[in-house]
C-alpha cells in the first residue's frame, strides 16, 4: 500500500478499478491503533475508525465481532496492534485491500465521512478534489491550511500572470502607435 501513489490503478470491486486521489500518511509514518480482521481466506489491517463493509453494510472497523461476515468470508479473529498507517484514497470511495490472501472490499475514507462519500457523487468529487488540492495532510487543519496556500499560490501565479500579459499587450499597442 505505501508503494501506491497518486493516478495509480487499484480494484474497487471484484469487476472495477479505481485511480488513487492521495495516498494520506505515505510521507509521515504515524503509528496508531490499528485491528486485524482474518478470516479463513484472508487478513486485513485498518484503524479503527475505518469504514469496511460488514454483512453488505459499511461500519466503522471498531464495530466490527467474531462472526461478522467480512467479503471474503467470516472473521475467525481480531488482532489490536500498534503500527503505522497509510491509506489509499480512491476516486470510487472503495477499495480491495488485504494483508494476505483475498482482497476485501474496504471504504477508502473514515467511517464519519466514508457512508457519504459512497453514497453521493457529488460529495465523492468534492471531497476527492479537497483531498487532492490537500495531499497528504496529517489532519484536518493541516490539510486545509495546506489547501488555502495552495490555492492562494495558485490565485498569485494566475494574477501575476494576467499583469504580465496586460504590460505585454500593452508595450506592444504603444510601439505599434509610435
Not at 486485513?44 to 453488505?56: A, L
Not at 497528504?136 to 494576467?162: C, K, Q
Amino acid at each position: 500500500m505505501s508503494a501506491l501513489r497518486a493516478g495509480d490503478l487499484v480494484l474497487d470491486s471484484s469487476t472495477s478499478s479505481s485511480r488513487i486521489i492521495v495516498n494520506q500518511h505515505a510521507e509521515t509514518r504515524r503509528i496508531t491503533t490499528k485491528l486485524t480482521f482474518h478470516t479463513a481466506d484472508s487478513s486485513i489491517s485498518m484503524t479503527p475508525d475505518h469504514g469496511v463493509f460488514v454483512n453488505g453494510v459499511l461500519i466503522a472497523a471498531s464495530q466490527v465481532r467474531v462472526g461478522a461476515r467480512l467479503t471474503t468470508g467470516a472473521v475467525v479473529w481480531i488482532m489490536k496492534a500498534e503500527s503505522a498507517i497509510i491509506n489509499p484514497v480512491t476516486a470510487s470511495g472503495t477499495i480491495l485491500a488485504c494483508d494476505t490472501g483475498a482482497p476485501i472490499l474496504a471504504a477508502s475514507h473514515p467511517i464519519w465521512i466514508a457512508s457519504i462519500v459512497v453514497d453521493s457523487t457529488v460529495t465523492r468529487i468534492l471531497v476527492n478534489a479537497a483531498l487532492l488540492l490537500a495531499g497528504d495532510a496529517e489532519s484536518i487543519s493541516s490539510g486545509v491550511a495546506a489547501a488555502v496556500m495552495r490555492l492562494t499560490m495558485s490565485i498569485a501565479i494566475g494574477a501575476t500572470a494576467a499583469r504580465a500579459l496586460r504590460m505585454r499587450k500593452a508595450s506592444s499597442a504603444s510601439l505599434s502607435s509610435a
